[in-house]
């Protein structure tokens, strides 16, 4: 058994410090976030040192990583920013994956190397105003054959990274069976600006310069080869990346929890009080020991989940258990950094209110952690199916 990283993937994960350090440092991140902007050449620098084409094939332009490699990268990224995390997951996890697993030729020759290159940007538009996680039950947006175009009319929420994306994938009901609810579903890949499809902002307590939408789809026309997949299996291609999704949220927590551990343990070096450093109470050191013991347990259990999908195992509880495990470390980690920093988090000064504020979307995001443990009950412990 060895835990050691490869030496191609060492040189990785320092060229993505490098470039961390370089074009997203925490006080530009600082900027952005209180300005709203997602910088306009982020992604498109990621492009050039070839990040945005780590998991992609070699014969569309990308380095023929895995998912050991996305982790990995993902990890050094939300270290400084989980936005800018998520908007490369949303590419590069989601959107790349879909394209090859699930797209015929013509879709992957054209989407990925244009991916590789930073020309284009997806964002997913799956869940209903009245949904949540319950996907198959609320699925109300539908889509209608005519000719060789679908019409698409319906809405959806939370749909992230809009304001940086260039296509969209919607998840419709383009059929039914009573018998069985996830037929009938349909993925289409379409152009962020088609005819038709409206959207608008919602304020968020984090994440504010990755915004997230409500959107509006109202008779939008589009070919049938917009299709990704098999119309009405649409289902079985979402099902098919959730591992990876999953896997991709635990890093970017994984990575989130480590900056406020890292800046807690800063502060508690700095701050003198009673003559010394508070680094030395022990009711401060206990807070950070607790973060970095249950940090450790969450970068282990993202990377056994991604060795494992990268080896082609059946990795679905490990990667449940990892986005549960990791979002709620992380969690826990901003919250004692909150406290070892005390009145000083709660300014604008320091970075741990953001992180702060910004891990609390990934508790119930992608996916509730009640949902990933009911799943792990079923999955992992052989229980009856609770929901």
């Known amino acids: 058994m ?23 440092p925490k006080h530009l991140i600082a900027q952005w976030d209180q300005a709203g902007e997602f910088p306009d050449d982020l992604l498109d620098k990621m492009a050039e040192l070839g990040l945005m084409g780590a998991s992609v094939p070699l014969a569309y332009g990308g380095t023929g990583g895995g998912v050991m490699e996305e982790t990995i990268i993902l990890e050094e990224i ?28 013509e879709q992957r020759e054209y989407f ?3 991916l590789v290159k930073g020309d284009c940007h997806f964002a997913l538009s799956m869940t209903e105003p009245d949904g949540g996680t319950d996907i198959l039950g609320a699925m109300k947006t539908n889509a209608r054959l005519d000719g060789d175009e679908y019409v698409i009319n319906g809405a959806k929420v939370y749909t992230t990274g809009l304001n940086i994306a260039s296509h969209i994938f919607v998840v419709a009901r383009t059929g039914r069976d009573e018998n069985k609810p996830s037929h009938g579903l349909t993925v289409f890949l379409i152009p962020k600006d088609t005819t038709g499809v409206t959207y608008s902002k919602i304020k968020k307590l984090g994440s504010w310069f990755l915004h997230s939408y409500e959107v509006v789809y109202r008779d939008v026309r589009v070919p049938a080869s917009c299709v990704i997949g098999t119309p009405n299996r649409g289902w079985h291609a979402i099902l098919d990346t959730l591992n990876n999704e999953r896997i991709f949220i635990a890093a970017v927590c994984a990575g989130l929890g480590r900056a406020a551990l890292e800046e807690g343990i800063q502060y508690a070096r700095d701050r003198k009080a009673f003559g010394k450093s508070i680094g030395q109470f022990q009711a401060v050191q206990h807070q950070l020991a607790d973060s970095l013991v249950e940090l450790d347990l969450a970068q282990l259990s993202t990377y056994k989940a991604a060795w494992m999908q990268d080896q082609k195992l059946d990795c679905s509880v490990q990667a449940a258990s990892a986005k549960y495990y990791a979002s709620e470390a992380a969690f826990r980690a901003t919250d004692r950094g909150m406290r070892v920093l005390a009145g000083a988090g709660f300014t ?16 119930f995001a992608p996916v509730t952690n009640e949902m990933s443990k009911n799943f792990i009950a079923q999955a992992g412990c052989g229980l009856p199916r609770s929901y």
Do not use: W
Request: proline share 1%; glycine share 4%; net charge neutral.
């Open 348 to 363: 604008m000064d320091y970075h741990m209110q953001r992180y702060y504020r910004d891990i609390r979307q990934l508790i």
């Open 78 to 105: 939300a270290r400084h920013s989980s936005s800018v995390a998520m908007a490369y997951g949303m590419d590069v996890c989601f959107g790349a994956v879909t394209v090859e697993r699930h797209g015929n030729d």
């Open 112 to 114: 990925l190397p244009r």
């Open 2 to 24: 060895n835990f050691e990283f490869t030496q191609e993937q060492r040189a990785l994960q320092e060229a993505v410090r490098r470039f961390v350090d370089k074009e997203m």
